[in-house]
């Protein structure tokens, strides 16, 4: 089946240098719509970026991300960490598959922005 | 901005009984879905519906029932609560494709003890 792949499990940076969070994915259709949400302590999950078309970037709220469908990748990268950027950041999947419109995520990463 | 809203907040349940945990919308979406958030785990899909009165397994639906009365309300059933299903559970809905992003309740946090 499909599945969402985050292998780090927590990041660390020191604020003002870059941040990238990598999220593979696997499945056999075409159609992939991969997002990433954002998660902050006693807030509800949110939806940050969004992306179906390949090889294009989305950017939204200093964040960018670029779907390329020849490494099924949809990288989280930001110039400059922010103190506030810290959170839990999930990468999901959807693909149309019929109508029954099944979303998985990953296992998340945890981003903690130090001074 | 589209609403969720889970009911209860937290709960305190005792092993064997039975749970319902409620989720209400007021987005006009079809889909609907019931997630668990364990350390370790993140987000895992339980049950999910995109019609009322129907309703998908998820990808760990075992111990878990699911109903979908009305577009607008979606439960989980825990018939015989267990330690292993302690953890928070996150509703969320969305609309249909061209817009699919999820809209999360607040969460429940379920501790069965």
């Known amino acids: 089946g499909d599945s969402v792949t985050q292998k780090e499990g927590l990041v660390t940076l020191t604020e003002g240098l870059p941040v990238m969070l990598n999220c593979t994915y696997q499945t056999i259709y075409s159609n992939a719509f991969l997002f990433w949400y954002v998660h902050y302590l006693n807030e509800s999950p949110r939806l940050l970026l969004k992306s179906s078309t390949d090889n294009k970037r989305t950017e939204h709220q200093g964040f960018h991300a670029t779907l390329h469908k020849s490494s099924s990748s949809f990288h989280l990268q930001k110039s400059s960490a922010q103190l506030s950027d810290s959170a839990l950041y999930y990468c999901?999947?959807?693909?149309?598959?019929?109508?029954?419109?099944?979303?998985?995520f990953g296992l998340g990463t945890t981003l903690q922005v130090q001074p | 901005e589209a609403a969720v809203t889970q009911s209860p907040r937290s709960k305190v349940a005792v092993t064997g009984g039975k749970v319902t945990l409620s989720c209400h919308q007021t987005n006009n979406h079809d889909y609907m879905y019931w997630y668990r958030q364990d350390t370790g785990h993140g987000l895992r899909l339980i049950h999910y519906?995109?019609?009322?009165?129907?309703?998908e397994k998820g990808d760990i639906p075992d111990g878990y029932k699911a109903s979908r009365p009305s577009q607008e309300n979606f439960s989980l059933i825990l018939e015989l609560a267990s330690l292993s299903q302690t953890a928070v559970y996150f509703c969320?809905?969305?609309?249909?494709?061209?817009?699919?992003?999820?809209?999360f309740g607040h969460g429940t946090k379920l501790s069965v003890l």
């Open positions: 969320a809905s969305r609309g249909g494709w061209g817009n699919e992003r999820l809209f």
């Open positions: 999901a999947l959807t693909t149309i598959t019929g109508n029954t419109g099944k979303l998985i």
């Open positions: 519906s995109y019609v009322a009165d129907s309703t």
